[in-house]
């Protein structure tokens, strides 16, 4: 059987937080911007941090897992 839980969790989370797309943490501008569609280097390495946490949390603390027959 295998585990497709961490494959699973870590594309919804990519999609999800991708810098721009829903949100932008922290903006050009301002602090948080919305659907702007355009990044910078602070904002991927939020980003990064919140995927990696989030995913953490998920697959080691929650231990989730998907197994396929």
Do not use: C
């Not at 990044?39 to 989730?64: M, Q």
């Amino acid at each position: 059987m295998s585990d497709w839980a961490p494959v699973l969790v870590g594309v919804v989370l990519f999609l999800l937080l991708q810098p721009g797309l829903l949100f932008s943490f922290p903006g050009k501008g301002k602090q948080i911007e919305f659907s702007r569609m355009k990044t910078n280097g602070k904002a991927i390495f939020i980003h990064t941090l919140i995927f990696f946490a989030l995913f953490s949390i998920l697959i080691l603390a929650l231990h989730l897992h998907i197994y396929t027959a």
